[in-house]
């Protein structure tokens, strides 16, 4: 026992021993030595650690985290059984480091084709421990101290924490609704022209885009893209392309990988998820594609840290390319099919969200769906939550007392522009209809008690 205080008597007299209050001083010094490095503090609270929890609490209807609550396509979980019971003993082994070679082999011919340019499977292909471990190791492997990123707000969080844990500077820019009109789409929402190119200077390494996004469900146009692509030509910096949700847009849309645009190849870091793509989250493989001399930092990063990922998934996403390139562009083709299946998902909830008061952004791509729920605001009891942001409180509250959890926006945007994102809630529609229907049902009543 390190240190232990006694207290004697009605008058509460500390009693604290020589021997105590020595180990009371090593205690404390050990303690602070043992404090989060400086190079990490500021980044210990996570929105998904903490909903997790209150979901295992509370046990509401889940909307909040983006995977699907049915099955994933049979062909990938099959090749995962097979891949495990296979005759070949060295799939449940340790594979090469930066990237199984059925899996990069693919990865190359599936890009190849898409950016119409040859991709070199083991030199412009890594594989990572998801979408995650690709940023990652594009952000430690790309910054040095005081290097400036720009982060186009709403962003998925883990952005900033990696910038800020690699000694780089993020600046901001938001995205913001052009229209007031009842009905928004995410193509409403675009960033100011000019106040990005003000945050473009000498020290800029380079800017994360995110399309289709992650929440507002925004495809960046050709001409944004454009826009973009020419700040990064003239000042010389990266562009980090978060794509992992590349397969998932809506009629009429289509998704532009800015890496096809003019000279944009050899500045472009663009990253993938086997999670998004074919709907299995839990396996945690994701990939980087982009030029050998870029990519060479990442795989500095990864070999030091993951070193190599998990073998047997990373035989079954391989297989599942291959099979989807077979049918590529077919409606039987998983990358057709899936946003046909989600659009019907996206648009009853749009309905029921419009029903119940709230006002939905309707996404071009993605997932998710933002919504406005100020309209209701005299129906949750706010106060009865600590949180410094109204959309935290009004999560919880409805999480708590009405059983329907969303994810806080807020939690996607720099500290000094939360209050951009306290009026909307985040949902999943990546959900089996009979929970989406609950959804509606549970809103619809508690709208109208
Ligand atoms: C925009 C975005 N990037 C990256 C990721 C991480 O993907 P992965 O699960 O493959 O690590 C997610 C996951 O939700 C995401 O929404």
Redesign the pocket.
Known sequence: MLAKICVFGASSKVSVSLFTLRNIRIYSAVMSKFDLPDRLKGNDKSVWVEYIQLALKYKPLNLGQ?FPDFHAPENVTKALVAATASDNPLLNQYTRGFGHPRLVHVIARLYSKLLNYDLDPNNEVIVT?????A?YATLQGHTNPDDEWIIIEPF?D?YVPMVKSAGGIPRFIALKPKSTNASLSSADWVFDRQELESLFNEKTKGIII?TP??PVGKVFTLDELQFIANLTKKWNTLVVS?E??EWIVYEPYKHIRIATLPDMYERTIT?G????TFSV?GW???WAYGPANLLHNLQVIHQNTVYTCNTPVQEAVAVGFEQELERFGQPDCYFVSLAKQLEPKRDYMAKFLNNVGMRPTIPEGGYFMIANWTALKDKVRLEEETDENRDYRFTKWMTKNIGLQGIPPSAFYSHEHKHLGEDNVRYCFIKKDENLKKAAEILLKWKSQ
């Open positions: 983006g421990n998801g979408a995650y471990e940023l998925f883990c995110n996004h992650n978060d992992v949700y990253i998820s086997a999670g998004k989250t945690k493989i994701g």
